[in-house]
């Protein structure tokens, strides 16, 4: 069960579950609902509210993927909020529910370029593939809706806070540290089996993040639960060297 803050975050979760129905592969989840998610799903009451539902598309897998979702997205409603001077159409709304849309970074021109049922490409975000590396169905209950969506595994969403914390051009990084503290604090012991199987990538970007976070602790130091999750959190990397 998804506890819901209010109407635009109760129509976002809604409008993932449509999306999922319709087109149930080449998205996930990510961003602050995905924070969210993991807190329903290991009992604890989120530290930071939003709305707006971001999502990464598999355009790897899939190279249409961006006109499959929006496509989808159109025909439940939606429509892209405007077009940024570059062309991106990121942001998708139907009424108070808000869906983000955002590709890979470095798939290369020919993913960056790719466009969607109106006409406009999209952001590309760091670290995103690895998130939908390690992406996989989960049921879902918000109110009286049933349903499904795909998100990352705990530990995905680890990397992809650490990889999104490391937009230097973000005006508000320090969310990042918030909700890389929060997603800490729910680590248990079983999350180390998956923790063996990352690269080297992405283990430079947890050791980096947990730098970050040590450097930064005034940020997040109101997260309950964080340090202790943080140390679990080194003591699993350490034992990957």
């Known amino acids: 069960m998804i506890p819901v803050l209010g109407r635009a975050q109760e129509s976002g979760w809604i409008g993932l579950l449509e999306l999922f129905e319709r087109l149930p592969r080449h998205w996930t989840l990510v961003g602050g609902q995905l924070v969210h998610y993991w ?24 190279p249409h993927a961006l006109l499959l ?32 849309l955002l590709i890979p970074r470095h798939l290369g021109a020919r993913a960056d370029s790719r466009t969607g049922v109106s006409g406009g490409t999209t952001l590309a975000t760091p670290g995103a593939q690895k998130v939908i590396d390690r992406s996989s169905i989960a049921p879902v209950k918000v109110g009286k809706r049933t349903g499904a969506i795909l998100r990352p595994s705990l530990i995905g969403a680890l990397v992809g806070k650490a990889a999104a914390r490391s937009v230097a051009l973000d005006r508000h990084r320090d969310r990042h540290l ?7 604090s729910l680590l248990d012991p079983s999350d180390g089996v998956e923790a063996e199987t990352l690269d080297r990538s992405e283990r430079g970007r947890l050791t980096w993040m947990v730098s970050e976070m040590r450097t930064n602790r005034p940020a997040w130091a109101f997260v309950g639960g964080a340090d202790r999750g943080l140390g679990r959190l080194e003591l699993i990397l350490d034992d990957q060297d």
């Open 39 to 62: 807190c329903a799903v290991r009992g604890r009451w989120p530290e930071r509210a939003t709305d707006d539902a971001d999502t990464v598309l598999d355009v790897r897998g899939e």
């Open 69 to 100: 979702v929006t496509g989808v997205l159109r025909d439940l409603g939606f429509a892209a909020t405007g077009t940024t001077p570059t062309g991106h159409q990121h942001r998708w709304q139907r009424g108070d529910a808000v869906i983000d």
């Open 178 to 184: 918030i909700d890389f503290g929060v997603l800490c």
